[in-house]
């Protein structure tokens, strides 16, 4: 197998980077759930659940201490989203083969699924952003520190439309607007390459490309 320079330093700087993760953590504490994927089904869907809650029960205008602890691990999880499935996409099964191991998914569907359930999860999370930290938006028309304005903004900077209705002020709203959309692109991305492995190739008549080389 032909080594890549650039390969096996992202790989390494990804592999440390997924210890920055309660999901981690806690595997490492209870090492019996590392091959238990009814506990990662329960870890996702119990975040996507939290990450709704957090957003409803926020009272904005105004951020309270426990407040900034939620959205500290809001943050956190959308990082520990993006490295898992950066190395997920891109790093896993390289590193699997690189050790000479069998890799293998539970399921390319249940992978599907899940993606999707991050996808969401992020889109609440940034929404509780966005309605606790209003203040550094300009918005004329749209209650931002609203359950419904602050979804809406986060679905249309995540997706990418940039409608206009709503702009920063300064760095801090730049900053969050910015690491959204760049989350939402890779996101995307992730879910075009999980989505096209699921569909069947269609047999061919074309005896060129039934033969192997």
Same mark, same amino acid.
């Given at each position: 197998?032909? $080594?890549?320079?650039? =390969?096996?330093?992202?790989?390494?700087?990804? #592999?440390?980077? *997924?210890?920055? /993760?309660?999901?981690?953590?806690?595997?490492?504490?209870?090492?019996?759930? *590392?091959? /238990?994927? *009814?506990?990662?089904?329960?870890?996702?869907?119990?975040?996507?659940?939290?990450?709704?809650?957090? &957003?409803?029960?926020?009272?904005?205008?105004?951020?309270?201490?426990?407040?900034?602890?939620?959205?500290?691990?809001?943050?956190?999880?959308?990082?520990?989203?993006? =490295?898992?499935?950066?190395?997920?996409?891109?790093?896993?099964?390289?590193?699997?083969?690189?050790?000479?191991?069998?890799?293998?998914?539970?399921?390319?569907?249940?992978?599907? &699924?899940?993606?999707?359930?991050?996808?969401?999860?992020?889109?609440?999370? +940034?929404?509780?952003?966005?309605? #606790?930290?209003?203040?550094?938006?300009?918005? *004329?028309?749209?209650?931002?520190? /609203?359950?419904?304005?602050?979804?809406?903004?986060?679905?249309?900077?995540?997706?990418?439309?940039?409608?206009?209705?709503?702009?920063?002020?300064?760095?801090?709203?730049?900053?969050?607007?910015?690491?959204?959309?760049?989350?939402?692109? +890779?996101?995307?991305?992730?879910?075009?390459? $999980?989505?096209?492995?699921?569909?069947?190739?269609? $047999?061919?008549?074309?005896?060129?490309?039934?033969?192997?080389?």
């Amino acid at each position: 197998m032909v $080594k890549s320079f650039i =390969v096996g330093l992202w790989s390494g700087v990804f #592999n440390a980077l *997924r210890w920055v /993760s309660p999901f981690q953590a806690i595997r490492k504490v209870f090492p019996g759930m *590392r091959r /238990s994927y *009814r506990f990662v089904d329960c870890w996702v869907l119990g975040n996507l659940l939290a990450s709704v809650g957090c &957003l409803v029960a926020s009272s904005a205008p105004g951020v309270r201490w426990w407040e900034i602890v939620i959205l500290c691990y809001g943050g956190t999880r959308i990082f520990e989203i993006v =490295v898992y499935q950066a190395n997920v996409l891109l790093f896993d099964q390289y590193r699997a083969r690189r050790a000479g191991q069998d890799y293998g998914v539970r399921g390319y569907r249940r992978l599907v &699924l899940l993606l999707l359930h991050n996808y969401v999860e992020i889109l609440f999370w +940034f929404s509780a952003f966005y309605r #606790n930290f209003s203040c550094v938006f300009d918005s *004329r028309h749209i209650l931002l520190d /609203s359950v419904p304005g602050s979804l809406y903004f986060s679905v249309v900077t995540m997706a990418t439309l940039g409608y206009g209705d709503i702009t920063p002020k300064g760095t801090a709203g730049l900053v969050l607007a910015t690491t959204q959309t760049l989350t939402g692109v +890779f996101m995307a991305v992730v879910m075009l390459a $999980k989505f096209i492995s699921l569909m069947p190739k269609p $047999k061919t008549l074309d005896e060129l490309e039934t033969t192997e080389d």
